[in-house]
């Protein structure tokens, strides 16, 4: 991997632009700086290096939202995690060997929020926030190791438990830190792959991540709580959008 200066300065850009983004809406920002890096990086790579500096992205947002941070939700979210994780893994050592599947997934994705955000009649019905915690555990361990993120279907689940604005950041950002740790051991797999130029854009990349974290803390307490709501969903259809068009249908007819 040969990076030249304008597409290190467009990652530099792209990570503190994303992480703002997850600061100040919560969520949208970690998978479309995954979206950013596919294009620059080697897919096989991408998740790893993706997860450590998101990582870094989760922890900061964490600090500066830590005394909102609901620690009994990710507990629960916790109970399902570990053992969807463990099936993620195993699920992403085939999609590196079996690339065709990933846009067909990706579509699938992109559907099922699609459906979410229109209110259809199997809408998320439950309000019970220990389910939806369970459920969002569940599904965020194999798309996080599959997809890279997964926020087009933790995201629903986490709206819908109705968490105040600076609740839901902090609650969402901790349950990435978990996300991301899980994603280290992927590095044993590809380890041989790894060069000091990797290690320096995840340097540079983490200090985007951090000051976009920092910009968005400045300016989510000048924003209501309807306009957050708004804001989220606006990001999650351009999310699903991505995920059907770009992602599914352009990958598959035009590669």
Same mark, same amino acid.
């Given at each position: ?29 970690? =998978?479309? /700086?995954? &979206?950013?890096? +596919?294009? #620059? %990086? ?64 990706? =579509?699938? /994705?992109? &559907?099922?929020? +699609?459906? #979410? %955000? ?138």
């Amino acid at each position: 991997m040969e990076l030249g200066l304008f597409q290190l300065a467009f990652l530099f850009a792209a990570a503190i632009g994303t992480s703002f983004i997850n600061a100040v809406a919560a969520v949208g920002g970690g =998978m479309t /700086l995954f &979206a950013i890096m +596919v294009s #620059v %990086l080697d897919y096989a790579l991408v998740i790893p290096i993706h997860g450590i500096v998101q990582l870094w992205s989760s922890s900061s947002r964490v600090w500066f939202f830590r005394q909102h941070v609901n620690f009994r939700m990710i507990g629960i979210f916790l109970i399902t995690y570990v053992p969807s994780c463990a099936l993620g893994m195993y699920f992403w050592t085939l999609i590196i060997e079996y690339k065709g599947v990933q846009p067909y997934l990706k =579509m699938m /994705l992109g &559907a099922y929020l +699609v459906l #979410v %955000l229109g209110n259809w009649s199997f809408n998320i019905q439950t309000t019970d926030r220990k389910v939806l915690m369970l459920w969002a555990g569940a599904w965020s361990g194999i798309l996080s190791l599959t997809v890279g993120s997964p926020a087009a279907v933790q995201a629903p689940l986490f709206i819908k438990a109705n968490f105040y604005k600076e609740e839901f950041v902090g609650t969402w950002a901790l349950s990435g830190i978990v996300i991301q740790m899980s994603k280290l051991p992927l590095f044993y797999f590809i380890w041989q792959a790894i060069t000091m130029e990797h290690f320096w854009l995840v340097v540079l990349l983490a200090v985007g991540v951090v000051l976009g974290a920092y910009l968005g803390k400045m300016t989510i307490g000048r924003i209501s709580e309807s306009l957050f709501r708004r804001i989220m969903k606006f990001i999650l259809l351009i999310l699903a959008s991505k995920l059907i068009l770009w992602d599914g249908f352009r990958a598959i007819l035009f590669t």
